[in-house]
Nanobody, 126 residues
Framework: QVQLVESGGGLVQAGGSLRLSCAAS????????MGWFRQAPGQEREFVAT????????SYADSVKGRFTISRENAKNTVTLQMNNLKPEDTAVYYC???????????????????WGQGTQVTVSS
């Protein structure tokens, strides 16, 4: 497993932007698919975005496509989630997720995640 630490959550008005960052420990980051999930009160944890270790286009949940951008910097062991045009329904605890080394699945199921961060709260007011 890998240790993950998120930062960057907070309170923002609808239409605003936030940038979440996740720092990973160890030397396996470049070989891990990394992603973000979120969980609103009373709801199941859901997929938001993923960046595959093997390259290629990131993938996004339909609800955030065109507004959120995931990026990674392997040299710094970091993955970020830029969130623009935020909506009240984006309010949730956001979790950084790391999959197993060389994982090649779609990375959209929480059951497939190897390591989780502690979560960071994002609140969007209307």
């Amino acid at each position: 497993q890998v240790q993950l630490v998120e930062s960057g959550g907070g309170l923002v008005q609808a239409g605003g932007s936030l940038r979440l960052s996740c720092a990973a420990s160890g030397r396996t980051f470049s070989r891990r698919t990394m992603g973000w999930f979120r969980q609103a009160p009373g709801q199941e944890r859901e997929f938001v975005a993923t960046s595959h270790w093997s390259g290629g286009s990131p993938s996004y949940a339909d609800s955030v496509k065109g507004r959120f951008t995931i990026s990674r910097e392997n040299a710094k062991n970091t993955v970020t989630l830029q969130m623009n045009n935020l909506k009240p329904e984006d309010t949730a605890v956001y979790y950084c997720a790391a999959h197993a080394v060389y994982y090649t699945g779609p990375a959209r199921r929480s059951e497939d995640v190897d390591s989780w961060g502690q979560g960071t709260q994002v609140t969007v007011s209307s």
